[in-house]
């Protein structure tokens, strides 16, 4: 399932505007990132239904609801909120340390046990616990199962009227079934327990529970928006930091600059803090530079365009017609950056003549449906990166290649990472 790959080599063939659907367009024009997302009545396209009966806030298409419900969120995602979860996610840094340090010196999974630490970590922010899988060493069911549901909807992503069916085929997604009941379940049991600390879910639930009537849609939504919180920002994280772990681990240059600018921080501060991290202009250089080669949905998100249509640059699209603005083909386009599918953070810092046109590069969408985790995502990211990165001296295992996790990552909706097995080194 490399659809990322084929949609840039369609439009590579084909130009800047391909069919990728019966109905949809895939379009790689400059200013489709504008009048998509920014100067648009766009709304959202079929795919946001997949979860259906359950309504998450991330898939309300009508933006008038989508902004009531966004704004409840908003209180779990202020710069307050932040530096009250620091305190949390280092307790995740830590047992994610443990992990490495037990393995030291040896063959150590990194993309298995990013994806322990980013569940742990929105557990702990959406149930109010983690799922002891960084204490464990083992996965939790529910990663599992949430695996299989987001390969069924990748397989999907382009024929969304065939999604039912296939959820009506038990026998093919057991585990998508024990995953919902298994969701069900742990929001009863957070409305039952409140955590001493407010994370995310605090906001969702206590606008739920000052609703003076309950309707059934109500409580589906809750469990949507759970899943969402416990979702979103795991996978998502744990592929960027694998992606930049992958590029830094053939890349030792560049490691050690960004180590040489970790140690001086870490010269000042006793641990990694978020408004301080923020200003390491080579930490982020590097973050940015992974998340363009690997951008956390590949093929984009899909769109309609207004019943009266849309112009996008000298491209006129009809009323109802789906689009999607694939960010991999334009991250990597030769108009829009230099040296494309190079590894190179500079870009981003002192070599500004890299990158041709910076409007395209939006990792977090933008718009009214920017990403609403970006900063928490971003905070978790740094957390790991300058704590690693301080510690540890980095290279790949024996066998493991460069060319061998990238041919072995899908874009399933979310870009699912191949293993990466490297070795940490004390310094």
């Not at 790991?384 to 072995?408: C, D, P, W």
């Amino acid at each position: 399932m490399h659809l990322h790959e084929d949609v840039r080599k369609l439009h590579e063939k084909y130009g800047d505007v391909v069919r990728i659907g019966p109905t949809e367009l895939s379009v790689n024009k400059p200013g489709a990132i504008n009048a998509v997302f920014l100067d648009t009545d766009c709304m959202k396209g079929p795919f946001y239904n997949f979860l259906h009966p359950m309504v998450s806030m991330q898939m309300v298409r009508d933006k008038k609801a989508h902004s009531k419900r966004r704004k409840v969120w908003e209180y779990g995602f202020t710069s307050k909120s932040l530096r009250d979860y620091e305190p949390r996610v280092l307790k995740y840094i830590n047992q994610l340390l443990a992990g490495i340090e037990a393995s030291a010196g040896t063959k150590f999974n990194v993309s298995l046990w990013f994806n322990f630490y980013s569940f742990d970590v929105m557990g702990e922010f959406s149930f109010g616990h983690g799922f002891r899988m960084l204490e464990d060493g083992v996965a939790h069911f529910y990663v599992d199962a949430l695996h299989e549901e987001t390969k069924a909807v990748g397989r999907f992503t382009h024929a969304m009227w065939a999604l039912p069916l296939y959820r009506k085929m038990g026998i093919f997604n057991a585990g998508v079934r024990k995953f919902k009941i298994w969701i069900t379940e742990q929001v009863q049991q957070r409305i039952q327990n409140k955590p001493e600390s407010p994370d995310i879910f605090t906001w969702v639930l206590e606008d739920y529970e000052n609703k003076k009537e309950h309707s059934s849609q109500d409580m589906l939504n809750l469990y949507g928006d759970c899943s969402l919180i416990s979702v979103a920002g795991s996978d998502t994280v744990a592929a960027a930091l694998t992606c930049l772990f992958m590029e830094l681990g053939s890349h030792p240059r560049e490691y050690k600059k960004l180590q040489e600018e970790v140690d001086e921080y870490f010269q000042h501060h006793e641990k990694p803090e978020h408004v301080t991290l923020s200003k390491l202009r080579y930490l982020q250089a590097c973050i940015d530079e992974a998340l363009r080669l690997y951008p956390p949905v590949p093929s984009g998100v899909q769109r309609m365009t207004p019943p009266e249509g849309l112009q996008i640059d000298d491209v006129w699209l009809p009323g109802d017609t789906i689009v999607v603005v694939p960010s991999y083909t334009q991250f990597r386009d030769v108009r829009f950056f230099d040296r494309p599918d190079e590894f190179i953070p500079e870009r981003w810092i002192d070599q500004p003549e890299l990158v041709k046109n910076p409007s395209v590069f939006v990792p977090f969408s933008t718009g009214h449906d920017v990403c609403i985790g970006k900063q928490l995502s971003l905070l978790e990211i740094r957390f790991v990166t300058s704590t690693i990165v301080h510690r540890y001296m980095l290279e790949y295992a024996k066998g493991q290649t460069r060319e061998r996790f990238i041919n072995g990552s899908k874009d399933t909706g979310t870009l699912t990472v191949a293993p990466l097995n490297v070795v940490f080194t004390p310094r």
